[in-house]
């Protein structure tokens, strides 16, 4: 059940997504930041409000907010309090949300969680598989995510990685290619001397 707090950031972000006001976003972020720091507040995050948010990521109005970022911006905000189990709950609505976004910082977002905050195997597959989208911007910050695995991740998965990153390097769109590109040289200096 739903705590005083947040039945009112839920109400407020789900009128604010619904009627499409940024202003009113902000504002209920910052009243999801607050019952979040409040010293009454649990350590995690409680089922009912992942559902919520599973609940407005799989939603057609989120996706075409331009600002809807700022809605997915609290997932990594706030990672530390969402348990194993609801990290779980969040990762395929992540993947099946991903290139329905229009504001391409939401795929930003994604990419950075599922390379610097579920960090495993399963992410990296997760981004192999967002690497084929039909959004050229899509494809494009995907490469956010891959950098992540080749800078910090086990081996194993920083080769397959590298090896990801080596194909969009080639994607026929230029932005994409030149994201890879630069993935590539910040994570090996001698990557143009090689191309």
Known sequence: MLNKRER???KAAENAIQSGNRGALRKANSKFSSFCYHDDHPEKM???VVLFFVEQL????LHQLPFSSLFVYL???NWGQIIPSQRELLLSVLEKSYASFVDFVSQLVISELLGDYYA???ALDILTRLAGCTSETGRAMVCVGVGKFIRRGPRDLADRARQLAERLAHDPSLSVRNEAQLVLTNCNPDFNNQN
Do not use: I, K
Not at 58 to 61: C, D, F, H, L, M
């Open 8 to 10: 009112e950031f839920v």
């Open 46 to 48: 409680s089922d009912e």
């Open 58 to 61: 799989a939603s057609e109005r």
């Open 75 to 77: 997932l990594e905000q």
């Open 120 to 122: 495993d195997a399963t």
